[in-house]
Structures are given as C-alpha cells and as structure tokens.
C-alpha cells in the first residue's frame, strides 16, 4: 500500500478537529494512517496532546447493535467477536480483524455498525504476516454489553457460552465462531485416488463442550475432543468425514447469517462435490 501524504491544508484541518475534541483514533481512521502519524503531526505543530478517553466522534457508531440478539447477522458477529475480536477497555475500543482476502466480509460487518467509517489497513513488511484490515468500533455501551455475552479483554482463557442468545441463532453464532477460530480441509489420501475431510472449531474446555453438546443434539454428529494446549483449557472439536463434515455445514449455513467468509464457505462447497464425484464413481464400479 502507498504511503499517504497529508496536505498541509488537511494538517490544518486535524489540528483544528483535535482541539474540538475529536480524537487522534478518529482521525487517524479518516485519513487512514497510524495514530503515531497524527501525533507527529500535532507535535509538530506544538498542539499539547490532552489524552482525554471522552473525546468526540466524528463517525456515528450504532451503539445498541448488540442490546438484542435477534437477527442471525449478530449472532454470527458475536460469535466472530468471542473467537477473534480484542476488547480494550482503556479506550472501549472493540476490534476485529481479518486477512486482506476477507475484507469484504469485514466491510459487510461494518457496515452493520459504523457504515461511514473506513476499515483500517495494516501492512506488514515482514513476508510471513499478512497484510489486514481491521474493524475497530469505539463504544463504551457496547463494550459493556459485549462484556456481559463474555466478551472481555484477555479473554482468551476465561470464555463461556452466552447461553442467554436464543438457540434460534446458536447456527449463526457457531458460524462466527468457526469463521473466526475454525478451519475445514481437504486432503488427498496417500495411496489411493480417494479424499478426507474434517473441520474443527477452537475455544476453552466450557466453551468448546456446550458448542459440542449443541451439535450433537441438533445434527447427530460425533464431535472428538481434543486438547490442544498442554498448560491450559484450550480444546478443540472436530468432526471428520464427508457425511459428518456435510452436515455440519448444512447446519451452520442453512437458514443462517447471510454474511460470512466466502473463501470457507467454498472449501465446504468443494468438499460436497468431491462427495459427490466419490458416490458416482462408487455407482459406477458397482454396475460393472
């Protein structure tokens, strides 16, 4: 991404927003830079930074997203916010971010909340990492109301099924789940013109357990525990097989969120027609 360069008109523009009181995180995603950027500049300028966590605006931000969880696209968000969001209670900022493949999910999703306010572009210059957009809302309503759901800061080990989300959208919020700590795959096996299949989803033994139970009882699917984290309560579930793998997506995906990562979504769909191909191949060696 190309460095962006800030006129001097728009310099004048940010001192005077800061000493309306609006703050450096704000302006920083209107301009699309690092916040380090907008200090440099008022230091710069010797405009005393005040620091003030109250300070104004300038995007609206729908506050009461979450006061409710009765549409399948906060299910789904809330899910992806327990698996992969970050809570900063210093600021009530709530982030999320996702790989630059999967930004236009992420935009969908701000656009839910904070629809005039830009996802904030991260490039990293070491090759291993790649580059992201994130989400970031700053809401102190919310962050509170998030953090009765269970989503807080340092939450990573501490996480518990909000059993007081409507099992209507359990689907939905198990999909932002897995959308943000599972994976399927597809793999050839050795030694033969055959595929296996299997996806898993990520949290704590509590947390990962109701999700299990969940399934079972709705789909009838074997789910495997396992503990992935020798020091801790980090487990994970896993379902393996076409059958298995196939249901559990028809139950995640079926009457659900119509917002979701595409690129998983596919590798399901891609799953399906390798069944497919199998059962047709099986057919035909059984005529002969």
Request: aromatic share 12%; with cysteine; glycine share 4%.
């Amino acid at each position: 991404m190309p460095k962006i360069k800030i006129s001097n008109n728009d310099i004048k523009y940010i001192i005077q927003q800061y000493q309306n009181n609006i703050s450096v995180l704000d302006l920083a995603y209107k301009y699309n830079v690092d916040q380090s950027t907008i200090r440099r500049i008022l230091n710069k300028n010797n405009i005393k930074l005040n620091g003030v966590p109250g300070q104004r605006r300038i995007f609206e931000v729908n506050d009461c997203f979450f006061d409710e969880i009765d549409t399948a696209e906060k299910a789904y968000l809330l899910g992806f916010l327990f698996a992969d969001g970050y809570i900063y209670n210093k600021n009530n900022s709530i982030t999320l971010g996702l790989a630059e493949q999967d930004v236009d999910t992420l935009q969908l999703l701000n656009n839910l909340i904070q629809p005039t306010k830009k996802l904030y572009y991260h490039s990293y210059k070491n090759k291993n990492q790649q580059d992201r957009y994130s989400m970031i809302i700053r809401s102190k309503h919310m962050r509170e109301k998030l953090a009765e759901y269970g989503v807080v800061q340092c939450k990573t080990h501490i996480t518990k099924f909000p059993h007081m989300i409507n099992d209507n959208f359990y689907n939905s919020f198990i999909l932002g789940v897995f959308d943000g700590d599972g994976c399927v795959g597809l793999y050839p096996k050795k030694d033969s013109n055959r595929w296996i299949c299997s996806t898993y989803i990520i949290g704590t033994y509590e947390f990962i357990l109701f999700v299990k139970n969940i399934i079972e009882t709705n789909i009838g699917v074997h789910c495997s525990l396992i503990k992935i984290d020798c020091n801790g309560d980090i487990y994970r579930i896993q379902i393996s097989g076409y059958k298995q793998v196939l249901k559990m997506m028809n139950y995640m995906y079926s009457n659900s969120s119509t917002i979701f990562l595409q690129r998983k979504y596919k590798k399901f769909i891609e799953i399906n027609e390798k069944y497919i191909q199998y059962l047709e191949l099986k057919e035909s060696k059984e005529a002969i």
